[in-house]
């Protein structure tokens, strides 16, 4: 999962853009993304050249599928568990 605050609307579409590129938007600063090894790195090297360190945030909190069926949502309904959901991070 690749969470992100990002406080400038020209990075945060950057950012989101480049999200799109590797996953799909789970929620407005959340996707979820399916990457080997390699687009690990590809995915985060793109992000750190978009961001500003001193001003943005981005998280990448790997999943298991366990975790990913235990999913809650209070509020709006959320799309059903999809086993490729799952979040590979080697």
């Known amino acids: ?3 992100y605050d990002i406080s400038n609307p020209k990075r945060l579409r ?3 853009r480049t999200c799109e590129d590797f ?3 789970k929620q407005f600063s959340v996707f979820l993304v399916r990457v080997s ?3 690990f790195v590809r995915l985060r090297s793109r992000l750190y050249d978009i961001i ?5 945030q981005v998280l990448f909190i790997p999943l298991t ?3 990913l069926q235990r999913t809650e949502a209070i509020g709006r309904p ?4 999809n086993k ?3 979040v590979i991070i080697l």
């Open 1 to 3: 999962m690749v969470c």
């Open 14 to 16: 950057k950012v989101a």
């Open 23 to 25: 996953g799909y938007r």
């Open 37 to 39: 090894p390699t687009d």
């Open 52 to 56: 500003n360190l001193d001003e943005d």
């Open 65 to 67: 599928e366990s975790a």
């Open 78 to 81: 959320t799309d059903a568990y």
């Open 84 to 86: 490729h959901d799952v």
